[in-house]
């Protein structure tokens, strides 16, 4: 028996597509696209001159064309920078579902966010994602995360920023991520111990399929429940990395079939083909079948 893909979050994060906001034919097309969520991008990818457009790109698009079968996050500039007031008022205009925070250092920066989304009566249901791309931000992930748990923290992800981390720590580029696996690790332990997603690095080269099928392979068993992307290329590749495989879907079914038999009532292990399984082992199975019904309903027409 081979060990499940546990999952916990109430919502699909297997693809997360980031695109530019100044990209009105990207934004276009996403109606099309089969990605779990979309980040649009309002930082890194949007030139100086280009911001203001690209928060007039958002405002249109969630005002006319706001997907309600996925999740919309808008990554705004940092707090501090010069077009931080301006992506705030969008964000409290437009209430898309999370705001990713860029270049988060410490708890602090949680906290104060998310007080400043509170003072000015954003809803509950916006919600914060964090990028953790800087030095500070990995050593601090345990208390970063801890956030999500305090009143009104409103933290439900940590978004792993690899390109940043690398040109800080000078760790070059490397397939298998080797020198990178114990910050990416820390993540995922940080955001486990506080009920939050952890989401994986993106991949930069679009156009190498089987390098990103195996980036993806390597993310899911470290434990991350999906991958955020920068081109819709990528999106089937973690869709299918981070969905269950029909052979875990088998077990699960057969676990939970072997717990609702009258004779477990009350058991909290019982024997299956000759290997003790436990309670435990039936929370993670009912958890993937969960999983497994949001992606049945994200396929449906």
Known sequence: MSVIFDHHP???RRSILCLP???QRAIDKLASLDADAVILDLEDAVAEEMKAEARDNIRRFMTNRRPQDREVIVRVNAAGSAHFADDMALVLDCEPDAVLLPKVQAQDDILEFAS???ENEAPDSLRIWAMMETPLAILNAGSIAE???THGGRLDCLVVGLNDLRKD????????RTYLVPWLMQVVLAARAFGLSPIDSVSN???D???FS???QQGRAMGFDGKMLIHPAQIDGANRAFSPSEEEIAEAREIIAAFAAPEAANRNAISIGGRMVERLHYEQAARLAERVRMITERRAP
């Open 169 to 176: 720590t000078g760790v070059p580029f490397d397939a298998s």
């Open 116 to 118: 400043h989304l509170s």
């Open 10 to 12: 109430s919502r699909l």
């Open 205 to 207: 080269d679009f156009r």
């Open 147 to 149: 956030a999500g748990r």
């Open 214 to 216: 195996t980036e993806c």
């Open 21 to 23: 906001a100044s990209n």
């Open 209 to 211: 399929l089987a390098g």
